[in-house]
């Protein structure tokens, strides 16, 4: 039996699927690589000004290829404060600051959640997942009944995700690395996170595949 049917993994409109899949990456590199460019060329303005230029493409790309309006408008508004704040402080480093701030609360809830015994993962609702590919919403409806201790593994795996990513940031955010801490963003962020669910379905369907598994032998 193989681990994971083909499907779970599958790809939307052909090749197509594969654009799909690639696209988180891209979305979350731009803006970066604009603010760092701008603020690299022209100072902290410049910098702001290239970050919601590259967001503002990004709006009419993203809803080109079929994105929510809300997905859309939320990802802009994120871009938007973390320039606002920025401008605001007169710091290039704090472009980085809201999102240090959210990596931090969700490794909280990750963990908190492990501790608890209630993993976040066992309770994700697919309905609101339209941010993600229609592949990975497909996947992750296949793997819905997943043994508790493949979920508790999967969100500790999320939560370990997210103290790393701090343990780097910071520093560079504490030493006003400015670059550094832009690439570390961006080779930390959307990357990370989708190996990470790339991972985390192949275990789900696994320790599912395996549960099934044990139950029809008992039932024999």
């Known amino acids: 039996m193989p681990l994971v049917s083909s499907h779970v993994m599958d790809t939307d409109e052909g090749q197509g699927g594969g654009r799909r899949w690639v ?3 891209i979305d979350t590199a731009v803006p970066v690589l604009g603010f760092l460019a701008g603020y690299s060329w022209a100072g902290l303005g410049a910098g702001g000004a ?10 009419g790309v993203r809803l080109l290829r079929g994105d ?5 408008l939320t990802a802009t508004g994120m871009v938007g404060l973390a320039v606002a704040v920025a401008l605001l402080t007169g710091e290039a480093r704090n472009f980085f600051v809201l999102k240090l701030v959210r990596v931090g609360a969700t490794a909280a809830v990750l963990g908190g959640s492990v ?7 066992r309770f994700v609702d697919r309905a609101r997942l339209s941010f993600l590919p229609s592949s990975w919403r497909r996947a992750v409806g296949r793997v819905t009944g997943a043994p508790h201790r493949a979920h508790v593994v999967v969100t500790a795996a ?9 343990t780097v940031m910071v520093p560079l955010y504490l030493a006003d690395e400015v ?14 996170s ?3 669910g790339w991972w985390s379905i192949r275990t789900l369907a696994r320790a599912k595949a395996r549960h ?5 032998e008992a039932a024999a």
């Open 212 to 216: 099934g598994q044990t139950h029809s």
């Open 194 to 196: 989708l190996a990470w």
């Open 158 to 166: 999320a939560a370990l995700v997210c103290c790393a990513r701090l």
């Open 115 to 121: 501790l608890l015994g209630r993993p976040v993962t």
């Open 68 to 72: 929510g309006v809300r997905v859309v």
């Open 23 to 25: 696209a988180p990456v």
């Open 50 to 59: 290239a970050a919601m230029g590259a967001a503002a493409v990004l709006v």
């Open 179 to 192: 670059w550094l801490l832009g690439l570390a963003d961006f080779a930390l962020g959307a990357p990370v």
